[in-house]
């Protein structure tokens, strides 16, 4: 069984994908049928990816959290056929109390309501089995990934959230009752790509292409707080727990691009180092940097341009922030033709 390969995740390009598509066509003169090396390294889920590599580029992806290097492992460097004769095994595997339900579930004491106690224990036993798989050689890179980023998939649709992590229910909604069933994530065609888990501003010292995409986050919410328990159940490293809501040590993974303290200096410094011909940056009205400061700063190194697209805004945004009052947002995409 195939599942849906898009998670609901903040700032996700899933809507934009025809504009952004268009936009790096028109500004960077590539046509269809051109291949080039395109850089997404602020890769959430991986919609962006996805869509260069079906078209036949190669891709370079990164994420600093673990879970989005997880589904873009899959995602980037799996090429069809992965063997999916394990689907049923994992789907039949008795349910266990690991780390999962001893910390995410109401019946365990934990007080925590992020999946029912059947769900938890389902959880983790697909997650233990396939970690002993994969220690004991039984499968390789690409199969463990393909089945951790598809457990990582499948899970999300079975949280007892609003949207996001920062938060669980009191109460279990609809969804969350539904009984887990693991599905395979679909296997995509074109080029194997490469994968990174690191900071951004460190890797761009290391890589280079044709294209970079960056996608930074806008504000101060932290990705690492607000998907805390998929970055457990990709890493299964039994982290301690702090909280209400079980929160992870994240001290290296909390972003300089969520600081209106830090955010220009780390975004100048990641144009500065990019060895790239054409840097494309999504960015809407309502970032932590504006307008002028993002031409200014990216006019230095080259020929500037910005395009814009309104959408409808992220679904937590207007259950989170009853102050927002707009449903719209405008996204730029401002372009640099680097020299």
Known sequence: ??????MNYIGSKQSLLDFLETTIEEFTGYKE?????????????????QRYKEKGHSVISNDIQYYSYVLNKHYIENIPELDDSLLEYFNNLNPVKGFIYNNYCEGSGSGRNYFTNENGMKCDAVRIELERLY??????DNL???????LINSIDKYANTASVYGAFLKHIKKPAQKEFILELLPVGNGNIGKVYNEDINELI????GDVLYIDPPYNNRQYCSNYHVLETIAKYDTPKLRGVTGLRDETYQKSKYCSKRTVIDIFEDLIKNADFKYIILSYNNEGLMDLKTIKDIMSKYGEYDFFT???RRFKADRDENRTIAADITTEYLHCLRKI
């Open 1 to 6: 069984m195939k599942g849906k390969a898009v």
């Open 33 to 49: 049928g051109d291949s080039f090396v395109f850089g997404d390294l602020f890769a959430g889920t991986g919609v962006v990816g």
């Open 135 to 140: 220690r004991a050689g039984e499968i390789n």
């Open 144 to 150: 463990y990934f393909y089945y951790l980023a598809s």
């Open 205 to 208: 010292k290391k890589v280079g």
């Open 309 to 311: 697209k309104e959408y």
